[in-house]
């Protein structure tokens, strides 16, 4: 049985690797390789902690305005990130920094990764994890292998949806 705060910490590794995905891209204008681009996606997200984990597959149309939202606000969903260390280019990223949501609850984020215009994978790491008034020595972990399966989206799907 999977825990309230393994629930909590494993949608927040999910959302976090994410949303790191669209950081990769940040640095696009002077990029050789170019950042991914809109279309049809599908995404492989895997996140674990402890002796917990999930896998899943998900399928999503993206518009060149997603991407660009994507590019430039790079924090899951309810969660605000900081990253004190930034480094985008040439097909490859680092960061480092902490994503908190408004109650505190969060921890200290690095992520790595690899992109291109059809593909991106990431790798995300939480470790210190803050819930409440404790910072559990613990370590969540995540990843995303992400490929654009076409420039179009299928008749009748909406981008985002």
């Not at 790595?112 to 990431?122: D, R």
């Not at 420039?151 to 949806?161: E, F, K, L, S, V």
Request: aromatic residues 8%.
């Amino acid at each position: 049985m999977v825990s309230a705060t393994s629930r909590h910490i494993g949608a927040f590794a999910l959302s976090l690797a994410l949303s790191l995905a669209s950081v990769a891209t940040a640095a696009f204008a002077a990029d050789s390789v170019g950042h991914p681009l809109p279309g049809y996606w599908e995404g492989r997200n895997h996140w674990s902690i402890t002796i917990a984990g999930k896998t899943d597959v998900k399928r999503q149309c993206l518009s060149a305005a997603q991407v660009e939202r994507w590019m430039t606000s790079p924090a899951p969903k309810h969660y605000t990130c900081t990253y004190a260390y930034k480094q985008v280019g040439d097909g490859h990223m680092s960061l480092r920094g902490a994503c908190l949501d408004k109650q505190g609850q969060g921890g200290d984020a690095v992520a790595t990764g690899t992109y291109s215009p059809e593909a991106f994978h990431i790798d995300a790491t939480l470790s210190h994890i803050r819930i409440g008034a404790f910072t559990l020595p613990i370590v969540g972990s995540a990843d995303i292998d992400a490929h654009r399966l076409s420039a179009d989206c299928p008749a009748g799907m909406t981008p985002g949806r």
